[in-house]
């Protein structure tokens, strides 16, 4: 990343990037349902899936990284930025969308309770191993097993039910 940016700016970019990215997808496939005479709220409700999938990926592959270069506050706060700016569209596309409150509610604390812990494991890999280059590298290691198994765990054939929309 960009040295020339603090870390909790290049989150927030990157978070409105992912935001943008799926808002248009959800504004084109609602559009292409109502001309089709078909039910909008199903997009939305994958637009809920997808925000909440993405996020997660991300969410897992900055702040592990993040936090054993820079300090656990620095993960931490890369973390919510990373996730904040997307809570505008979860508001839109769940007020357009069959999705229970609770289920919406409970994969953005999830969301949350990650912002807090996943720095934890980044911070405690750097105390451990002491060095910055082998820290860095394990916290990338860890990162992305944990994206995979949450995209196996909720992407398209995850067998994760609670959170699907």
């Known amino acids: 990343m960009n040295e020339a940016l603090p870390l909790h700016r290049q989150a927030a970019m990157i978070g409105l990037a992912l935001a ?3 808002a248009l997808w959800w504004l084109g496939s609602s559009r292409l349902a109502l001309d089709s005479g078909a039910d909008p709220g199903r997009s ?3 637009a809920l899936q ?3 999938l993405v996020r997660g990926l991300a969410l897992v592959l900055l702040s592990v990284r993040a936090s054993a270069m820079h300090g656990w506050l620095a993960g931490v706060t890369a973390a919510f930025a990373l996730v904040a ?5 979860v508001a839109l596309t769940f007020s357009a969308s069959t999705v229970a409150l609770a289920q919406v509610a409970g994969a953005e604390c999830l969301l949350l309770a990650g912002c807090l812990a ?3 494991l980044g911070w405690s890999l750097r105390g451990a191993l002491r060095k910055a280059e082998l820290a860095e590298l394990m916290a990338t290691v860890a990162a992305a097993m944990l994206a995979a198994s949450w995209w196996f765990a909720l992407g398209p054939s995850g067998p994760w039910a609670l959170l699907r929309f």
């Open 85 to 89: 700016p997307a809570w505008p569209l």
């Open 118 to 120: 996943l720095p934890l």
């Open 50 to 52: 997808a925000l909440l």
């Open 44 to 46: 939305a409700a994958a």
């Open 20 to 22: 943008a990215a799926i």
